[in-house]
């Protein structure tokens, strides 16, 4: 079955660094997202990207963050300057369609470490 | 804006004892669809299942059997004869269109079981 794969599963970076994490959506999916969950605390929607572009982004995606889909395989999201703040398990999802019709499907999660 | 609530912080139950995960949500959707997700100590997240508003009919599979009463906009979900293995951090989620025309889940916070032997 296929499935969304992200790498690397866990990153530790020093403050002020920039960190990639990359995502390998399901290859005929059309939807992209990412998501985040702080240690002990509920998912949260940080970005949509269609057609090469973001379609929606949450108050949390601010200048630092940005996404790209550098080919046709590969999603990343991008913190340009990490904060002790932006620890937290980064969820990468796709959907063929808007899920009211077709199922998101998430990654198993890169767990980011800001020291 | 939508919202959904998981009262429920943490359950603990003995094995083969039964039990309901309790989901509450807000929306000004006619249309919408509900979510929910299995977070294992592991991390990832299971897709357990999607349920159209229009669609009130009860779901069962296998030991898992979920209840939508949109009257009362819940969504709970109960497992029967829990196992060990159920112990996990239980989402619901609401879908939530966007205005560039794609849709988020919006989860609740979560509800932590613990099955003991």
């Known amino acids: 079955e296929p499935e969304v794969t992200q790498t690397p599963s866990h990153q530790v970076t020093q403050m002020g660094q920039e960190v990639i994490l990359r995502c390998v959506p399901i290859s005929n999916h059309l939807y992209f997202y990412w998501y985040r969950q702080i240690l002990g605390q509920k998912v949260e929607f940080l970005v949509s990207?269609?057609?090469?572009?973001?379609?929606?982004k949450s108050e949390i995606f601010d200048d630092q963050f940005s996404v790209e889909r550098p080919d046709g395989s590969n999603f990343t999201l991008k913190i340009r300057s990490t904060k002790l703040e932006d620890s937290a398990m980064y969820f990468c999802?796709?959907?063929?369609?808007?899920?009211?019709?077709?199922?998101?499907?998430f990654g198993p999660g890169t767990r980011l470490t800001v020291t | 804006a939508q919202k959904v609530t998981q009262a429920q912080t943490e359950i603990s139950v003995v094995e083969k004892e039964d039990v309901t995960l309790d989901c509450v949500y807000e929306t000004r959707d006619t249309t919408y669809y509900l979510f929910w997700y299995k977070q294992p100590p592991s991390g990832e997240l299971v897709f357990l299942i999607r349920?159209?508003?229009?669609?009130?009919q009860n779901e069962i599979s296998g030991r898992y059997s979920w209840n939508f009463q949109k009257s009362t906009s819940s969504f709970n979900f109960t497992i029967t004869a829990s196992q060990v293995v159920d112990s996990a951090v239980y989402f619901c989620a609401l879908s939530e269109a966007t205005q560039g025309g794609s849709e988020k889940l919006v989860f609740g916070k979560g509800t932590k079981l613990t099955v003991n032997p």
């Open positions: 349920r159209n508003s229009f669609d009130e």
């Open positions: 999802a796709s959907s063929w369609g808007t899920s009211r019709l077709y199922e998101q499907y």
């Open positions: 990207f269609y057609n090469n572009e973001i379609s929606e």
